[in-house]
């Protein structure tokens, strides 16, 4: 059975660039992103990475841990950051995860039961691993997306989808087509028109079941 949204996110324990870590308990209070990689060394996942080390100031302002996973050892792990550091010119201080054993990928149904790693094996043995899960504080997963081996990650798109779940969450809200943060909001029908006055100020309701009001401050 495949994860979903709000489905607990599977816990695990392995090694990984930053030592042996388990994932709840890294996450402990914060959100998280979990971003997977099918191979080291490998054009596109190289700018990837290096993008994310680029926004480690907007994932840390955004109370986020990031984590790779990569379907190879530590010491290659370690090898590979030096080149994604000097694509990036900047520092990749997340941990990357050992997967060499499937655990996360497989945990993730992100590869079959069945999958393994053959000898000699390319990036397209573990073509799936290639997804990105967003994790609230609750352990719940909140998104997921997943893209093909010749699509670059919009790393922009994940940091607005952060953004919008983490306005919205708990609040009777959601975020319209193309939200940005510092754009209306719309109100939850769950709220009558004047619950809405009540809680957000003016509304404007372009019809009875579409209703926007001014963005909430994040707390």
Known sequence: MSLRINDIAPDF?????????????WMGDHYAILFSHPKDFTPVCTTEFGAVAKLSKEFEKRGTKVMGVSVDSVEEHHKWVRDIEAFADAPANFPIIDDRSLQVAKLYNMLPADAYLPDGRTPADSATVRTVFIIGP???????MSYPMTVGRNFAEILRALDAIQITDGAPIATPANWVPGQDVIVALSLSDEAAR???GEIDIKLPYLRYAKAPKKA
């Open 198 to 200: 009540e809680k957000f």
């Open 138 to 144: 609750d352990k719940k997963i909140r998104l997921t």
């Open 13 to 25: 324990t392995t090694d990984s660039t930053s030592g042996e870590l388990s994932l709840h308990k």
